[in-house]
């Protein structure tokens, strides 16, 4: 079974339609995560949830909007795509809110033309 | 503040070692470490909390200093299925997010 799932693993949409990522884990994990991991690698977190709770909120333009409808399920909507939005983004969850080991999702490519 | 990942980028043959560095500036509150593979996601391999810890996993291990701002990850006698990009990710005292190095690149080469 699978940990955490995202839909869908890859997106392809022209500038300036709205997109959203679904995600959802069957680990009973309290905490969930979005990252954005740019063409160079680089890993970076943009929003996390604790049990339906916004926690983390980085620097992110209001574009992108994150929803945890309950602990297990946390979306990504993306208005007005950018060019620069293009990226894979990953999800991921722990069970401890800070100190736990998180668990990534399979990601989802999104290229915007 | 992202953590200092080195080296960038490591080639080896297979059974040799290798040791990958990450280090901050501050005392951290833990350092993880996650291997991601090629089109695929980020895999957690451990975590550590306390100054001064060292942990295993197989062949793969980790320690954390007493100051709690360097961290290396050491693979020994490595194989093929090690390849990949290692990262540390760091967090901080008082601070709940995760960030994460630039990464290592690692390749077994037979």
């Known amino acids: 079974d699978t940990a955490v799932s995202q839909t869908p693993k890859y997106l392809v949409t022209q500038m300036g339609n709205d997109k959203s990522i679904k995600c959802e884990q069957n680990?009973?994990?309290?905490?969930m995560y979005w990252y954005k991991q740019d063409s160079k690698k680089f890993l970076k977190i943009m929003f996390s949830?604790?049990?339906?709770?916004?926690?983390i909120n980085e620097t992110v333009p209001n574009r992108f909007s994150p929803k945890s409808p309950d602990k297990a399920h946390l979306n990504l909507h993306i208005n007005s795509l950018e060019l620069g939005d293009s990226a894979v983004y990953f999800c991921?969850?722990?069970?401890?809110?800070?100190?736990?080991?998180?668990?990534f999702g399979p990601g989802t490519r999104l290229t915007v033309l | 503040q992202q953590p200092v990942q080195s080296p960038q980028a490591v080639i080896l043959r297979e059974g040799e070692d290798a040791v990958i560095n990450c280090s901050s500036s501050?005392?951290?509150?833990?350092v993880h470490w996650y291997r991601q593979k090629h089109g695929e996601a980020p895999v957690f391999l451990m975590i550590?909390?306390?100054?001064?810890e060292q942990k295993g996993h197989e062949k793969i291990s980790a320690s954390f200093n007493e100051k709690k701002q360097q961290s290396s990850l050491y693979l020994t006698a490595s194989q093929l299925s090690y390849s990949g990009t290692y990262f540390c990710?760091?967090?901080?005292?008082?601070?709940?997010?995760?960030?994460f190095g630039t990464g290592t690149r690692l390749t077994i080469i037979p």
């Open positions: 991921a969850s722990s069970q401890v809110r800070g100190g736990g080991g998180q668990f």
């Open positions: 680990l009973g994990h309290d905490t």
């Open positions: 949830y604790n049990n339906k709770e916004l926690i």
């Open positions: 501050k005392a951290l509150y833990s």
């Open positions: 550590l909390l306390k100054g001064g």
């Open positions: 990710g760091t967090e901080n005292f008082g601070n709940e997010k995760l960030t």
